[in-house]
Every structure is written in structure tokens, then in C-alpha cells.
């Protein structure tokens, strides 16, 4: 027995005063009514135009039924609205709001792509496409913050990091890792912060390999990245924090050659840093011992590792750590740097405040399921990567045009429980379409604050 031909209603007889029914018959209702601001602020970045002129289709034109741009259109949408899976087409191919959101007639229009479609099209990419696309992301973003700060700005900050991806079939390069004693990817996530603001914008997401090391991807990422922001703002200061794991010859080289980068960059500890972080070792271990607290004491050398050509100021910071019913812990920590500031506020002020992106990550794995790499070959796994990187930055536009609300902070799932699943019943006539949305809507405030910024006129 099929669903068309049972009746599509639920009855709870005895719960209120009078029966209720649910019916499931409303062919013009979609849940995700608040959708429409995601094509309002893909406008502002044309990125789904941007994005498909990076793809060769080389499908048989007579047969193609969707574009390219629909494709990426319908998936990036998608993730955005929850749906991170390709199956989730099935679902809604029919939903009158996502056929909006491609420019096709939300009730006759043509229904959106099923699920072999898509994974086709996620398997197309090739190495070149995805180099473009990765590319043209970073243009975009770096366009779109370029156009809203008028091209002006003091200081950009860039903030490189890798994430674990864990993987559970068998995916191409998905390699066991000790460090995190799983299988799995480390994609490497990128981000743009300018001034002092709180936002930090992606602009780079490289899926790696299991075993890739934290450096892998992060030259590249930054010799094409830097000349963007140059052009863009061409008075602007940049800086580059970087955690441990990035400090190898030949990126430090590739920043000491820049002449208008600042750096910040984490280091591992070794024997020699150790031994030259004693002296003031000796002295947090004597200040923790007076206060029964943790305490850090900040120190700096000049220091050169054998494979490096010359030695470069590395800050260190003394701590020693107590904790509840613990011995008290020695945690030296250490941050190679050109800056000439003093020692504590470069490691507090500067190196900590990359902290912010660990959010970010959470962000994308949890908000936006980044992790989702579950198809055999690995340049599909880097495609939806990219593609869930788009969604975010939609996000993060939503975000932004709803400052001084209460989604002026809100996580990815929050602004999309709040702004994007709404309830709406689309009717369309010969002149326009309207959607009916509730007037029982908590959020309207910032729904309508949001719209407005991006481009609604008050009715």
C-alpha cells in the first residue's frame, strides 16, 4: 500500500476538548518559508553563478534537465536549510520554497533533482574543478566584505586550522590517525577576521588526508589568499596566527618575506626550548607555590631550530597549572612572532584570541555537518566540503544583517531554527507569489530586520 492511497491525516481523539486531525494535505506548504532570505544573501555574493562557472559540464546537452548552477544551488540550499545529505532530495523535490529558491514556478514548475542526479554531479568535480572552486570562494567572500567595508580597513587577521574528520566506510585517503585514534580526514578550515570585529568569516576549506600534517595545504592557502586581500585593501595591515604544527622552515620563510605580514605562530616544545625556558619556569613554579593558584610568567629569546636560516624572536610562556586535587603541572608553551610588542600582550592579546575559532568549527560540524564525507572517492568527499563551506557563508551573512538582535550571536542551528524554518503556505497568482506566513511568529522582529538588509522593501 502506497501513500497516495491512504488517507495522509493523524487523529488524536481525546487529547483536547474536540478531536484533533493533522492532515498532511497541504500541497502548497513548505517548512522551510524563511528559506528566501538565503537567495537574498546569495545575491549579495553572486556565489552560485561564481561557483558553477568553475565546473565543465560535459553532459550531453539534449539531455541535461538541470544546470550546473541548479545543482550547486539546490545542494548548498539545501545544507543550509538541515538537509546535508544527497538522500534528502527525494524529500523535497516538490517543496514549492526550494523550487523558488532555483527561479522556477513554485507549483508548475519543474521538480528539483533526485538523488542519483546529485551524487553524478558530486562525483564530476576534478582536481582542477576544485582548485577554481576553492578559489572563487575565497574571491567572493573577500568581495563581498571588500564592497561592505568600502574597501577600507586597518588590520586583517588570518586564521588557519586543521579539524578532525572522522570517517566509518571506505573512503579514499581516509587513513588512521593516533593522535585522534581514528580513521579519518583533517580538513583544514580558513578564516578572516577585519579590525576588531567578533565575526571571523570562512573563506578556505581544503579537505587532507588522515595523516596529513597540520602544515599541508596552508602555503598554498596563503600565497593565493594574500594578493586578494592586497587588492582589496590595499592599506591594510595583515596578520596570520597560527597554532603548533604550522612552524616549518618553509612557511616562516614564506611570512618573513612579506613585507607588510605580521605573524604569530605557535612551536612546539623541544629539549632545547625547554632548557631555555627553565629560568622562568623556576619562577612561576615559585609564584604558584606562594599563591596555591596557576600562575605564568612571560619571557622571550632569540632562537633558531637547525633547519632554519636565521633565528627569529620566539615568546614563551611560563605557566604552571593547578587544579583541584592535583599536583601542580608545568605547561610551557611557546609562539614564534615578528612582532615587537611585549611579550604578554602578544601571546594574551593576539595568539589567544584565535581560541574564537574553535566555535567556528563546532559550527561547521555540528551546525552545518562539514563531516558528512561519506562518498567513496575523495575529490566527491573535497566537493561537499566546499559546498558546505558556501552554506556557511550564507550563514554568516544571515548573521551579520541581524546585529543588535538576539540572533546577533546565535549558532548556525539557532539562526536556522529561528529565520529559515517557518512555517509557509505559497500561493501563487498571474501578477506575484505570496507566502502566508504565521502571525504567531516569535522571531518577526528579526525576520523582518534581516530582510530589509538584504535588500526587502517594507509592505
Known amino acids: 500500500m502506497t501513500d497516495d492511497s491512504t488517507t495522509q491525516c493523524l487523529l488524536f481523539p481525546d487529547l483536547f476538548d474536540k478531536p484533533v486531525v493533522a492532515q498532511f494535505d497541504q500541497r502548497e506548504g513548505s517548512s522551510d518559508g524563511g528559506a528566501i532570505l538565503l537567495k537574498a544573501a546569495e545575491r549579495r555574493y553572486r556565489l552560485m553563478e561564481r561557483l558553477a562557472e568553475c565546473l565543465r559540464d560535459e553532459r550531453q546537452a539534449a539531455k541535461v534537465v538541470h544546470t550546473l548552477e541548479e545543482l550547486l544551488a539546490q545542494r548548498v540550499f539545501g545544507m543550509a536549510c538541515g538537509?546535508?545529505?544527497?538522500?534528502?532530495?527525494?524529500?523535497?523535490?516538490?517543496d514549492p520554497v526550494h523550487k523558488m529558491l532555483l527561479g522556477r514556478d513554485p507549483r508548475?514548475?519543474?521538480?528539483?533533482a533526485s538523488q542519483p542526479t546529485l551524487s553524478r554531479f558530486e562525483n564530476s568535480a576534478r582536481r582542477k574543478d576544485l582548485y577554481r572552486l576553492g578559489r572563487a570562494l575565497a574571491e567572493c567572500v573577500i568581495e563581498r566584505h571588500a564592497q561592505r567595508l568600502h574597501g577600507r580597513a586597518r588590520r586583517i587577521t588570518i586564521d588557519l586550522d586543521p579539524t578532525d574528520d572522522p570517517t566509518h566506510g571506505a573512503q579514499q585517503l581516509a587513513l588512521f590517525n593516533g593522535y585522534y585514534d581514528t580513521w579519518c580526514y583533517l580538513p583544514m578550515v580558513g578564516f578572516i577576521t577585519f579590525n576588531d570585529e567578533s565575526e571571523q568569516y570562512l573563506f578556505a576549506a581544503v579537505l587532507r588526508s588522515g595523516k596529513a600534517p597540520a602544515s599541508r595545504g596552508a602555503l598554498g592557502i596563503l600565497r593565493r589568499t594574500l594578493p586578494l586581500l592586497r587588492e582589496r585593501f590595499r592599506k591594510a595591515r595583515i596578520r596570520v596566527r597560527l597554532d603548533g604544527g604550522f612552524a616549518n622552515p618553509e612557511l616562516l620563510e614564506f611570512l618573513d618575506a612579506q613585507p607588510d605580514v605580521e605573524y604569530v605562530v605557535a612551536m612546539a616544545k623541544n629539549a632545547v626550548l625547554k632548557r631555555k625556558a627553565k629560568p622562568l619556569m623556576r619562577h612561576a613554579r615559585k609564584l604558584s607555590r606562594q599563591s596555591r593558584k596557576t600562575e605564568h610568567v612571560y619571557g622571550e629569546i632569540r632562537y633558531a631550530a637547525q633547519t632554519w636560516p636565521q633565528r627569529r624572536r620566539m615568546i614563551?610562556?611560563?605557566?604552571?597549572?593547578?587544579?583541584?586535587?592535583?599536583?601542580?603541572?608545568?605547561?610551557?608553551?611557546?609562539?614564534?612572532?615578528n612582532l615587537t610588542q611585549s611579550p604578554r600582550w602578544i601571546y594574551e592579546q593576539i595568539y589567544c584570541q584565535r581560541g574564537d575559532i574553535e566555535n567556528r568549527i563546532k559550527e561547521l560540524h555540528y551546525g552545518l555537518q562539514i563531516g558528512r564525507t561519506s562518498c567513496s572517492k575523495f575529490r566527491a568527499n573535497q566537493f561537499r566540503v566546499l559546498l558546505t563551506?558556501?552554506?556557511?557563508?550564507?550563514m554568516q551573512e544571515l548573521r551579520l544583517r541581524a546585529a543588535r538582535t538576539d540572533c546577533a550571536r546565535a549558532q548556525v542551528g539557532t539562526l536556522r531554527e529561528r529565520l529559515l524554518k517557518l512555517g509557509a503556505r505559497v500561493i501563487v497568482s498571474v501578477r506575484r507569489v505570496v507566502l502566508h506566513l504565521p502571525t504567531a511568529f516569535p522571531f518577526l522582529h528579526t525576520f523582518r530586520q534581516v530582510a530589509l538588509a538584504l535588500g526587502a522593501s517594507p509592505g
Not at 508548475?108 to 528539483?112: A, H, N, P, S
Request: glycine share 6%; no cysteine.
Open 83 to 94: 538537509y546535508e545529505d544527497a538522500n534528502d532530495a527525494a524529500r523535497l523535490s516538490a
Open 108 to 112: 508548475e514548475g519543474l521538480d528539483l
Open 316 to 337: 614563551i610562556k611560563a605557566e604552571v597549572v593547578r587544579e583541584g586535587g592535583k599536583d601542580p603541572k608545568d605547561n610551557p608553551r611557546f609562539v614564534i612572532t
Open 389 to 394: 563551506a558556501a552554506a556557511y557563508v550564507l
